[in-house]
């Protein structure tokens, strides 16, 4: 199976948003709410940004938000921070005992 | 507080088998499901697999027959091996906690390893 579709890399200055997209089949990202999206600065673990399409965890900045519309996911951050200029991954159910990842973007913060 | 704390050889050659550990500290170690990931140098995740505290067990199909998971509930510990790697194969592994359809909370701090001749 193939990784899910996100663009290679996004950009925006401080105090702006971005979106990053998310693009799979109607057997993964399509057919259901499991989509995430994770944070990885260089060199460290994934953290979890985004669950279920659009719920955030405790302590992550409401400027992270997540949205779906048929096989595309996207995850919007609002307000543009230094700190986020980071690689963002999108993951999603794939069907029975399977996930998939996208490639990842590198986001900019110019 | 929960923390994943992994282990295992960094340096393999060909053919050998890749064996890891990951040990969880805090919280419930059998009401979660558990998962290792890999990311090779400069490119994206790939899930490998995941357990329960039960031994039951599902594998990326790509790896499949490669593959194989562990428990060790005595020990909050759950394992992986990949036997006849190969340079493709090098990579930081990752275990977390979570499931295809639960997201990943928690990880660890990932193992580096690199296979060369």
């Known amino acids: 199976q193939s990784a899910l579709t996100q663009p290679p890399s996004a950009s925006g200055s401080p105090g702006q948003s971005v979106t990053i997209s998310c693009t799979g089949t109607s057997s993964d990202v399509g057919g259901h709410n499991y989509v995430s999206w994770y944070q990885q600065y260089p060199g460290k673990a994934p953290k979890l940004m985004v669950y279920e399409v659009t719920k955030r965890p405790s302590g992550v900045p409401d400027r992270f938000s997540g949205s779906k519309s048929g096989n595309t996911a996207s995850l919007t951050v609002s307000g543009l921070q230094a700190e986020d200029e980071a690689d963002y991954y999108c993951s999603s159910y794939a069907g029975i005992n399977n996930l998939l990842f996208g490639g990842g973007t590198k986001l900019t913060v110019l | 507080q929960v923390q994943l704390q992994q282990w295992g050889a960094g340096l393999l050659k060909p053919s050998e088998t890749l064996s890891l550990t990951c040990a969880v500290y805090g919280g419930s170690f059998s009401a979660y499901y558990w998962t290792w990931i890999r990311q090779p140098p400069g490119k994206g995740l790939e899930w490998i697999g995941e357990?329960?505290?039960?031994?039951?067990?599902s594998h990326n199909p790509s790896l499949k027959s490669r593959v194989t998971i562990s428990v060790d509930t005595s020990k909050n510990q759950l394992s992986l091996r990949l036997s006849s790697v190969t340079a493709a194969d090098t990579g930081v592994y990752y275990c977390a906690r979570g499931a295809v359809v639960t997201p990943y909370d928690y990880w660890g701090q990932g193992i580096l390893v690199t296979v060369s001749s």
């Open positions: 357990i329960n505290h039960s031994g039951s067990t």
